[in-house]
């Protein structure tokens, strides 16, 4: 197979939802119809318990799961499958933002008796921001739920989507019988009794047949049929284009637990969803058909092992193809790096692979030169855009507590920073350290791996600050923006870059500033944009 061949097969995409709305589940079903596992309750769920949030025993044990489910792969009609795995942890949300930098299309997991919750609707808006096609699967329909035109007007008006439903459920709850494949032109019933055990089904090409008619009954069928024509008058049909514009969102139900929908939903998934897309560098933008490799660092993590003090780096092909032994170079340090064992990721499995294709991810083994949102390319000078730092919304003091340890620590702070866990600023007035994160749950998480792995203590003091803003001004020597530095001096810190970031104490300082400042620029992420 060629090289444009290679790129084509290739879907890459995320599962998101608010926690416990069916990721898991989904993600192991469609392994489980890919073929790419043999049965269910093989993918350990990677998500933390709401008993356990500070047990810091089950923070790792989610870490070791988190390797191995970071990057799922498998085949299906020609097609290699790489689902990108996302914590629903919201603790966690800036690991699923930068995720999501490196899909090509994701899925929604919805639940119909909850419809659509917080954690959805801020992952929805990233997706929405960056037009990432999106495919929505409304989940446990064999539970009593919403009806299901009121959830689409939901997820409509929550989400600012616009859907066109591919597929339309035959009751739902106790009366759930199955659904209308709008996609396929075909009716598709539960065959037994018992919602929870069946996996079989049977299809019907037409709504006529008297054998759909006895078995679910005249009425329930003219509601069918009423409904489907609803669904035709008030929704647009499917446009492919519109699809991967980012404009129209099409609509799957079904019940990832029952295996029901979800091959549906797969079969729709490899025929519409986008091969590789395009990504923007601050040079050009970059085409996967390009021959010269690219690819950027995603995600990195860090091995479980203390005496192995190796990482894991997780890149994205952009374009060209990544081979074994062939040098690369770091843009960011200007130098060129060969890698001898570049891990593929198959199923659960990882396995040393000599070539990869634009779409899949490698995973790199890195001694500490790499950092998240770092570009690899085959020598040109670029920078893939689009990896930002969030704007943390927690903040404390952080103290060496063991005088002895003091390298230790730095160090430990250091990677831990480059993987992405905080953000690191320094103080301007007194030199102090301040760690930001987007959950109160890192906090924890970085004392204790300091400790286990660097064998450094840290204590923390608390710091009131609202959130942290970078600033920039076209003027450096602009007299709002010296006087705002000046008047704002106690509130203002480096960025481990360099970078000057403004440490608001609240919101209504914040909005003072902009008021009061208006040459001054304020960006709530790193990228400064
Ligand atoms: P998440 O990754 O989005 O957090 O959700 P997960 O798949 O873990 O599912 C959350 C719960 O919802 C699980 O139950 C799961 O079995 C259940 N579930 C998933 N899909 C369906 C469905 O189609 N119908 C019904 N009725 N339930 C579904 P749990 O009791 O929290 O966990 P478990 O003990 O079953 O693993």
Same mark, same amino acid.
């Given at each position: 197979?060629?090289?444009?061949?290679?790129?084509? %097969?290739? %879907?890459?995409?995320?599962? #998101?939802?608010?926690?416990?709305?069916?990721?898991?589940?989904?993600?192991?079903?469609?392994?489980?119809?890919?073929?790419?596992?043999?049965?269910?309750?093989?993918?350990?769920?990677?998500?933390?318990?709401?008993?356990?949030?500070?047990?810091?025993?089950? #923070?790792?044990?989610?870490?070791?799961?988190?390797?191995?489910?970071?990057? !799922?792969?498998?085949?299906? *009609?020609? /097609?290699?499958?790489? #689902?990108?795995?996302?914590?629903g942890h919201k603790d966690f949300a800036e690991d699923t933002y930068r995720t999501l930098t490196a899909v090509d299309s994701v899925i929604v997991v919805i639940d119909v008796a909850k419809g659509v919750e917080e954690q959805t609707e801020k992952l929805v808006e990233v997706c929405r921001m960056r037009n990432i096609p999106m495919i929505v699967f409304i989940n446990k329909l064999d539970r009593e739920g919403k009806d299901a035109f009121d959830l689409l007007d939901e997820v409509e008006s929550k989400l600012n989507l616009s859907v066109t439903p591919l597929s339309f459920p035959i009751g739902m709850g106790y009366d759930f019988k199955g659904i209308y494949n709008i996609w396929e032109s075909n009716a598709q019933l539960f065959s037994g009794e018992h919602k929870q055990t069946v996996a079989d089904k049977e299809i019907y090409d037409t709504l006529d047949s008297p054998k759909l008619a006895s078995r679910i009954g005249e009425s329930a069928l003219n509601q069918l049929k009423e409904e489907l024509e609803l669904v035709s008058g008030v929704y647009n049909p499917f446009d492919r284009k519109a699809y991967l514009a980012g404009e129209q969102q099409p609509v799957f139900f079904g019940s990832a637990l029952n295996n029901f929908g979800?091959?549906?939903?797969?079969?729709?998934?490899?025929?519409?969803?986008?091969?590789? !897309?395009?990504?923007?560098?601050?040079? %050009?933008?970059?085409?996967?058909?390009?021959?010269?490799?690219?690819?950027?660092?995603?995600?990195?993590?860090?091995?479980?092992?203390?005496?192995?003090?190796?990482?894991?780096?997780?890149? /994205?092909?952009?374009?060209?193809?990544?081979?074994?032994?062939?040098?690369?170079?770091?843009v960011r340090h200007g130098k060129k790096l060969k890698f001898s064992s570049p891990n593929a990721f198959f199923a659960e499995k990882k396995e040393i692979v000599d070539v990869s294709y634009p779409g899949?991810?490698?995973?790199?083994?890195?001694?500490?030169?790499? /950092?998240? @949102?770092?570009?690899?390319?085959?020598?040109?000078?670029?920078?893939?855009? @689009? #990896?930002?730092?969030?704007?943390?919304?927690?903040? %404390?003091?952080?103290?060496?507590?063991?005088?002895?340890?003091? /390298? *230790?620590?730095?160090?430990?702070?250091?990677?831990l920073m480059d993987e992405g866990v905080a953000q690191l600023f320094t103080l301007h007035l007194n030199n102090r350290k301040v760690i930001g994160t987007v959950g109160a749950l890192q906090f924890e998480v970085i004392q204790y791996r300091l400790l286990h792995e660097y064998g450094a203590q840290c204590s923390y003091e608390n710091l009131n600050v609202h959130k942290a803003c970078w600033?920039?001004?076209?003027?450096?020597?602009?007299?709002?923006?010296?006087?705002?530095?000046?008047?704002? *001096?106690?509130?203002?810190?480096n960025d481990k870059q360099g970078q000057l970031v403004f440490l608001a104490d609240s919101a209504f300082s914040l909005q003072m500033s902009q008021q009061k400042y208006p040459a001054v620029q304020f960006y709530f992420t790193s990228e400064l944009k």
């Open positions: 197979m060629g090289f444009i061949e290679e790129l084509q %097969r290739r %879907r890459t995409f995320g599962i #998101i939802s608010h926690p416990d709305a069916g990721k898991t589940t989904l993600t192991e079903k469609l392994l489980l119809f890919g073929g790419a596992i043999q049965e269910a309750g093989a993918v350990k769920s990677n998500k933390i318990k709401k008993s356990a949030t500070s047990d810091f025993m089950e #923070i790792e044990r989610q870490r070791g799961i988190s390797v191995a489910t970071s990057v !799922l792969a498998f085949n299906y *009609q020609g /097609k290699k499958i790489n #689902i990108l795995d996302t914590p979800v091959q549906e939903l797969l079969d729709c998934f490899v025929t519409i969803a986008p091969n590789p !897309l395009p990504k923007e560098a601050d040079s %050009r933008m970059v085409a996967p058909e390009e021959k010269d490799f690219s690819g950027f660092v995603f995600k990195i993590h860090a091995n479980m092992d203390p005496k192995h003090r190796d990482r894991l780096a997780f890149v /994205k092909i952009v374009s060209g193809t990544f081979e074994r032994n062939k040098p690369y170079l770091h899949d991810i490698v995973g790199l083994h890195d001694t500490g030169n790499f /950092k998240i @949102g770092d570009t690899l390319t085959q020598q040109e000078q670029l920078n893939f855009q @689009g #990896i930002p730092s969030f704007s943390p919304e927690h903040f %404390r003091y952080i103290n060496n507590a063991d005088p002895m340890k003091a /390298k *230790q620590l730095n160090k430990g702070i250091d990677q600033v920039t001004c076209d003027d450096p020597e602009h007299s709002e923006f010296l006087d705002f530095k000046r008047v704002k *001096q106690k509130f203002l810190a």
